[in-house]
């Protein structure tokens, strides 16, 4: 089956810097990759989503770029904001349905004001 | 409009009882599943259904049961709860591109 790995862990940044998260996965097929952020003690929520036809995709602070020949897409933030300190998690999923997804095992970011 | 609804929220439960922890969704989705959620893990898919009288295991299915009578509705069942049950379990109701989550219950196994 598909296997998500994502890097680092934890993030720490400086108010109005950039973080960057990685995830690879193994299954060439999957193609649709999206990405949730996670609040303290709330369920995830969807922030930003790409689809294999596409390399990168834009919404206000937050992007995220795919590459499917090495099979890796990040999500990047810019001009972190406090209340971006989450939990964020990506996902794999294939050609099916996005609640069949694979999830990697979270980044908690923490953006220092 | 309610989204995913699962009760309860909370639930503390001895070792080797059983308990079913509730679903629902009004989005008419025929995709539904549960998830478990660990400390420095991941969700983990526990089971799924593709709609009403279908199921099928997930990622860590063991100690779990499911069942889908109607649209709405995907109850998960603990048949003899164990420590290593102790986690979060969201359930979702998902679109082909767009998993909607419930709000969680934690389940504490003592």
């Known amino acids: 089956g598909e296997n998500v790995e994502q890097h680092p862990s934890t993030l720490s940044v400086q108010e109005g810097d950039s973080a960057v998260i990685k995830c690879t996965y193994s299954?060439?097929?999957?193609?649709?990759f999206p990405w949730y952020k996670q609040e303290l003690g709330k369920r995830p929520q969807l922030i930003i989503d790409i689809r294999s036809n596409v390399g990168e995709k834009k919404d206000q602070r937050i992007a995220v770029t795919l590459n499917k020949t090495a099979k890796h897409f990040s999500l990047h933030i810019t001009e972190t904001q406090p209340e971006d300190s989450a939990v964020y998690f990506c996902a794999a999923t294939l050609n099916t349905n996005a609640g069949k997804s694979t999830f990697g095992d979270g980044t908690t970011l923490t953006v220092k004001p | 409009n309610a989204g995913v609804t699962q009760t309860p929220k909370f639930q503390v439960l001895k070792t080797g009882q059983s308990m079913t922890l509730q679903c629902a969704q009004d989005m008419n989705h025929e995709y539904m599943s549960w998830y478990r959620q660990d400390p420095g893990m991941g969700l983990r898919l526990i089971h799924y259904s593709v709609g009403a009288g279908i199921t099928d295991q997930g990622e860590v299915p063991n100690g779990y049961n499911v069942s889908r009578s109607t649209t709405e509705d995907f109850p998960l069942r603990l048949l003899s709860a164990a420590p290593s049950q102790t986690s979060v379990y969201f359930c979702?109701?998902?679109?082909?591109?767009?998993?909607?989550f419930g709000e969680g219950s934690w389940l504490t196994v003592v």
């Open positions: 979702a109701s998902s679109s082909r591109y767009t998993i909607y």
């Open positions: 299954d060439s097929a999957s193609n649709y």
